[in-house]
């Protein structure tokens, strides 16, 4: 089993940033991949960033070139550096583990960006 713990979510102004964390711990070794999904009230759980252990990365296109994804090398765990917020961004923060054949989720963490 995979526990995922989050840090990082606030309120923020419009044009803030913010860095996300969430580190993997349990049978972290058999994971895969790590991301990062939100979701805002009324809307689907959606992928913002993805990223695999060996650093190939994946972002939805409202995250791209301000959101950017990363892991530490010396232990399971990523985050995202998430600048230049806006409203939209506002939503529940899930960090994703993969193994080869489940997945895991955080409990989530809250950002909301005001205008």
């Known amino acids: 089993q995979v526990q995922l713990v989050e840090s990082g979510g606030g309120l923020v102004q419009a044009g803030g940033s913010l860095r996300l964390s969430c580190a993997a711990s349990?049978?972290?070794?058999?994971?895969?991949?790590m991301g990062w999904y939100r979701q805002a009230p009324g809307k689907q759980r959606e992928l913002v960033a993805g990223?695999?252990?060996?650093?190939?990365?994946e972002y939805t296109d409202s995250a791209k070139g301000r959101f950017t994804i990363s892991r530490d090398v010396a232990k399971t765990a990523v985050y995202l550096q998430m600048n230049s917020l806006k409203p939209d961004d506002t939503a529940v923060y899930y960090c994703?583990?993969?193994?080869?054949?489940?997945?895991?989720w955080g409990q989530g963490t809250q950002v909301t960006v005001s205008s």
């Open positions: 349990g049978s972290s070794f058999n994971i895969k991949y």
């Open positions: 990223i695999t252990f060996g650093k190939s990365t």
């Open positions: 994703n583990a993969r193994t080869l054949n489940s997945y895991y």
